[in-house]
């Protein structure tokens, strides 16, 4: 059977989450820059930036799964209002009746698809928040051992920082463009697939072809690292780019 292309659950979601997601990463930048400005002993900053950040990735997490929720608990709602055994006649006589002005995917596949982006949004972004940790922790050792110990220049760190940087963000990356090609083949669509590799290109180009960068911002020294910033522009301008593109494109999606 199929909802009625005015409705946009999967889009929609996709959405909200992303916003959700983009919020608190406003949100976890700015309490650390107040905390930095805030006078503290630096071990102390580190410490409430650490605090701060966990509680904004945990209660981004808690709302995007409650919005999945709402989301999966709606679709069904709407399929069962049909009987199982009936849904496969419903939606030939939807196909016959309606034609072109059905949406561009069944009820059942825009749950599946729901479901997997659940996983994504929820599960592996509950495991990237954790492996983030466990980096900063790596990043810290790696430092104390080069620098500190072993005698090595800043500039030989700062190379080996961001040479293993954009392992920090891989699994996420990876889930995302997976949910997008999946997404694209539901919906045979090769714009999206040319775009996910395209996405993937970049993120590699950065990851293994680009130097840190650094410059100075009022007495502060500020590093870049590309592949931090193409992987928050593909979270962010990507996800939100593909929800948008999902609902302008095809209908009930």
């Keep these: 059977m199929y909802f009625s ?28 820059v107040i905390i930095r400005k805030g006078g503290f002993e630096p071990d102390m900053a580190d410490s409430y930036i650490w605090r701060v950040q966990s509680l904004t990735a945990l209660l981004s997490v808690i709302a995007s799964a409650a919005v999945f929720t709402y989301g999966l608990v709606k679709i069904r709602k709407f399929i069962s209002v049909v009987p199982e055994e009936e849904r496969a006649e419903m939606a030939a006589l939807q196909e016959e009746t309606f034609g072109e002005g059905n949406s561009n995917l069944n009820a059942e596949i825009i749950r599946k698809l729901l479901e997997t982006w659940f996983v994504i949004f929820v599960g ?4 990237y928040e954790v ?6 922790h790596f990043a810290l050792g790696l430092y104390q051992a080069v620098v500190k110990y072993a005698g090595i220049t800043s500039e030989t760190y700062t190379s080996l920082y961001n040479l293993s940087h954009s392992f920090k963000y891989q699994g996420m990356l990876i889930a995302l463009l997976l949910g997008v090609i999946m997404t694209a083949i539901f919906l045979d669509d090769k714009t999206l697939m040319l ?32 592949s931090s910033v193409v992987f928050h522009m593909i979270d962010t301008i990507g996800m939100i780019g593909l929800a948008l593109y999902l609902r302008v494109k095809y209908n009930g999606v």
Aim: glycine share 8%.
């Design 131 to 136: 492996f983030s940790e466990v980096y900063r």
């Design 5 to 32: 292309p005015r409705k946009h659950i999967l889009s929609n979601v996709i959405l909200f989450v992303t916003v959700i997601r983009f919020i608190g990463f406003c949100l976890s930048g700015l309490a650390r």
């Design 124 to 127: 592996v972004q509950l495991m």
């Design 195 to 226: 775009v996910t590799i395209l996405a993937a290109s970049v993120y590699l180009l950065s990851a293994t072809g680009l130097e840190m960068m650094t410059f100075s911002v009022m007495g502060q020294d500020v590093g870049i690292v590309w």
